[in-house]
């Protein structure tokens, strides 16, 4: 059974950084492109970040600059590091393959960023 946890979300203060971890288990990353995707109240869910497994990346206009997504397949896990972290960036951040989701949506990490 395929299993994504997210962790390291918080409370933060607008301008601060965050580093939001994925491990996955019934899954090896090492085969899969990797996202990290995020759902703020009332809105879709959206690809912020993504890595090949090639470790190419790419990230949404709104996130260029300030977040940076690596991964480590050794230990099975996906990083999403956040800086400068905006108000419109609270959400509820998920990670899953890309782009295709072969996995069912993990409980997720709230990342609550106040102005």
């Known amino acids: 059974q395929v299993q994504l946890v997210e962790s390291g979300g918080d409370l933060v203060q607008a301008g601060g950084s965050l580093r939001l971890n994925c491990v996955a288990s019934g899954l090896s990353i090492r085969f899969n492109n990797m996202g990290w995707y995020r759902q703020a109240p009332g809105k879709q869910r959206e690809l912020v970040a993504a890595?090949?497994?090639?470790?190419?990346?790419n990230y949404a206009d709104s996130v260029k600059g300030r977040f940076t997504i690596s991964r480590d397949n050794a230990k099975n896990m996906v990083y999403l590091q956040m800086i400068s972290l905006k108000p419109e960036d609270t959400a509820v951040y998920y990670c899953?393959?890309?782009?295709?989701?072969?996995?069912?949506w993990g409980q997720g990490t709230q990342v609550t960023v106040s102005s």
């Open positions: 890595i090949t497994r090639g470790e190419n990346t």
């Open positions: 899953n393959t890309w782009p295709d989701l072969w996995a069912s």
